[in-house]
């Protein structure tokens, strides 16, 4: 990784923490996959873009309805938990 994609990368973090008040370090709690069989759907304000199949990080699990996740090209969102699947 070079020292640009570093910095690029601590500042969607800092961008993330200030966006979702999120206090203290990012930490990757688990990883779940997005269900192959839900409809493919755009993100927007808060929530992250669903694509079938595809493995999110769980930052943190916010409540009954919603997880906070990150994506593979680190993009932070809201991602509804019924359509999360264990891997």
Do not use: W
């Not at 070079?2 to 206090?23: P, S, Y």
């Not at 309805?65 to 990150?70: F, G």
């Amino acid at each position: 990784m070079t020292l640009k994609e570093c910095k690029k990368e601590e500042k969607a973090d800092r961008e993330f923490q200030k966006k979702f008040k999120f206090e203290g370090s990012i930490n990757v709690l688990t990883q779940m996959m997005v269900d192959p069989a839900v409809m493919e759907k755009k993100g927007g304000g808060k929530n992250l873009p669903l694509r079938r199949g595809e493995i999110l990080d769980v930052i943190q699990f916010t409540n009954q309805e919603q997880i906070l996740c990150r994506n593979s090209q680190r993009r932070y969102g809201y991602v509804p938990r019924a359509v999360m699947l264990h891997l």
